[in-house]
């Protein structure tokens, strides 16, 4: 079982609908999360992170975290196709301060 | 710089060939971290640095991949005797800060073909 699942997709959403990409760990002693986007031919690029159960709204973007069921997710509200990306999930395990584990990623594609 | 950065862009090596690759960390940043990432695949960790010291390398696959960071700042990847398999992109990330909550910024990447 790899340390963090995603569906790979793609993913395609309209433009201005919601986009809701999911995420599961394995190791329940993980600490901190983290959403990147990377376009194609780039490199990753922060957009979210959260660590408490709950969700953190940052403008279009919503992150959840339900550390019972281990998993997160990330919501993007009135998607533009500027955000047709690939989106990967990261987690840093109480137990290996420093490294990420990431996803494979999520491909998005929103049309206009 | 106001980010990460990392030389060459892109690299061509025939197999066997010895290859460097480097990154310039944002200023400050005490953390520095080594992924690879294969097309398709999200990015696989390395090594990590906190200033000068190596504190995890168990990521690095063999021991042809060597890093080294010996005054804090800029680090240096080296993969000696280069084989097919190391074809990917090489990426640098840096964090301001050690702990759980560190968040990691990546540099632009390094895409390596070997030939």
């Known amino acids: 079982q790899k340390e963090v699942e995603q569906n790979s997709g793609p993913l395609s959403v309209p433009e201005g609908a919601i986009a809701s990409l999911n995420c599961t760990y394995s190791d329940r002693g993980s600490q901190s999360f983290f959403w990147y986007r990377q376009y194609s031919g780039k490199s990753p690029e922060l957009i979210m992170f959260?660590?408490?159960?709950g969700d953190k709204e940052d403008g279009r973007f919503t992150a959840q975290l339900n550390k019972a069921s281990q998993y997160v997710s990330l919501l993007i509200r009135d998607s533009q196709p500027s955000d047709s990306a690939t989106y990967l999930c990261a987690v840093r395990r109480g137990s290996t301060l420093g490294r990420l584990y990431f996803g494979r990623g999520t491909q998005l594609t929103v049309w206009p | 710089g106001a980010g990460v950065s990392q030389s060459p862009r892109y690299k061509v090596a025939k197999r066997g060939q010895d290859v460097a690759l480097r990154c310039d960390p944002i200023s400050g940043h005490v953390s520095l971290f080594w992924y690879q990432q294969a097309l398709g695949q999200g990015p696989e960790f390395l090594t990590y640095?906190?200033?000068?010291?190596?504190?995890?390398k168990s990521g690095l696959p063999s021991d042809r991949f060597f890093a080294e960071r010996p005054e804090g700042s800029v680090s240096t990847l080296k993969i000696q005797r280069t084989q097919q398999e190391d074809s990917a992109v090489y990426l640098c990330a840096s964090s301001t800060r050690t702990g759980s909550r560190a968040a990691e910024y990546f540099g632009p990447g390094t895409r390596l073909t070997v030939t």
């Open positions: 640095f906190q200033n000068e010291a190596q504190l995890d």
């Open positions: 959260i660590y408490s159960n």
